[in-house]
C-alpha cells in the first residue's frame, strides 16, 4: 500500500477518533499513543501531523506532545460564523440545482424519521439515525455547490461543529422531535423551489444551534478537557 494511502487511512482514523469521542478536545496524545489507537504505523501518524496542524485539529506542544483542539468561546463564534457563510450559499444552490429525485430522497428519509418518532419513544437508535440524516442533509447542501474548495473547507468544520455540539448539546432524545421540524421547514421550502423561505429556516435552525452552545455551559476555564454538561439537544 502506498504511503499517501496509509497517510489518508490513519487521517480518517483520527477524525472517526475526534467524532467517536475516543479522543477529547484538549487532550495530550503522544505520536505513539496515535499510533495505538489508531491501529496505524508510526510514519503514517506522523506524516499525517502537519495536514492536522494545518487544520487546526491539533497542535503541537513542545514538551508536551499533541493537543486536540480545545473548545473555546472564539473556536464556537469562528465555527459557527463559518458554517452559515458556506451553507446559506448551499442551500440556495441545492434549491436551484438539486434534481427532484434527490429533493425526494431528502423527504422522504425525513417522513420516515417523523413517523417513527410519531409511533413511539425515541431509541437511541433513532437518535443517531436523526443525527445521521441532519449531517447528511447539510451535506447535500454545500455538494451542490460543486466548488471542491469549500466542501473541503465545510468537512474540515464540521468535525469541528460535531465537537462543539458534542460536548456541549449533543442531540437527545427530547430534541429530536424539535430538531427534526426544523428540518422540515428547510426541506418544505426546498421542495417548493422557495429559495428565501429554505434560507430563512436555514438560518432560524443554525442560530438555535449556535445559541444553544452558547448559552449551555461557560466557558470561564481553559484547561478543562471537557465542557461537560447535561445533552440538551442539537
Known amino acids: 500500500m502506498s504511503q499517501l494511502k496509509l497517510r489518508e487511512q490513519a487521517y480518517d482514523a483520527f477524525t ?5 469521542r475516543r479522543l477529547l478536545p484538549g487532550q495530550f496524545v503522544s505520536q505513539r499513543e496515535l499510533a495505538d489507537k489508531t491501529s496505524m504505523s508510526l510514519a503514517a501518524i506522523r506524516e499525517m501531523i502537519p495536514r492536522l496542524e494545518a ?10 506532545g499533541l493537543q486536540i483542539v480545545h473548545i473555546d468561546l472564539q473556536m464556537v463564534i469562528d465555527a459557527f460564523q463559518l458554517r452559515e457563510m458556506i ?5 440556495t444552490a441545492f434549491v436551484r440545482n438539486a434534481s427532484e429525485a434527490d429533493v425526494a430522497a431528502q423527504c422522504t ?3 420516515k424519521l417523523i413517523d417513527k418518532v410519531a409511533a413511539g419513544a425515541v431509541s437511541p437508535e ?6 445521521s440524516a441532519d449531517w447528511a442533509m447539510h451535506d447535500a447542501f454545500v455538494a451542490a455547490l460543486g466548488n471542491r474548495i469549500l ?10 461543529i460535531r465537537m462543539i455540539l458534542q460536548e456541549r448539546i449533543s442531540l437527545s432524545s427530547d430534541r429530536v422531535p424539535v430538531a427534526l421540524q426544523q428540518h422540515k421547514a428547510i426541506l418544505d421550502a426546498v421542495a417548493r423551489r422557495d429559495a428565501a423561505g429554505a434560507l430563512a429556516a ?3 435552525h443554525l442560530n438555535n444551534s449556535r445559541e444553544r452552545a452558547l448559552s449551555f ?7 478543562r478537557n471537557s465542557l461537560g454538561g447535561e445533552p440538551s439537544g442539537e
Open 16 to 20: 472517526q477518533h475526534l467524532l467517536d
Open 55 to 64: 487544520e487546526g485539529l491539533i497542535k503541537a506542544i513542545r514538551q508536551r
Open 87 to 91: 451553507e446559506t450559499v448551499a442551500v
Open 109 to 111: 428519509r425525513l417522513q
Open 126 to 131: 433513532t437518535v443517531e439515525e436523526a443525527q
Open 151 to 160: 466542501a473541503d473547507i465545510h468537512r474540515v468544520n464540521s468535525i469541528r
Open 202 to 204: 436555514l438560518r432560524a
Open 217 to 223: 455551559d461557560s466557558f470561564d476555564d481553559p484547561t
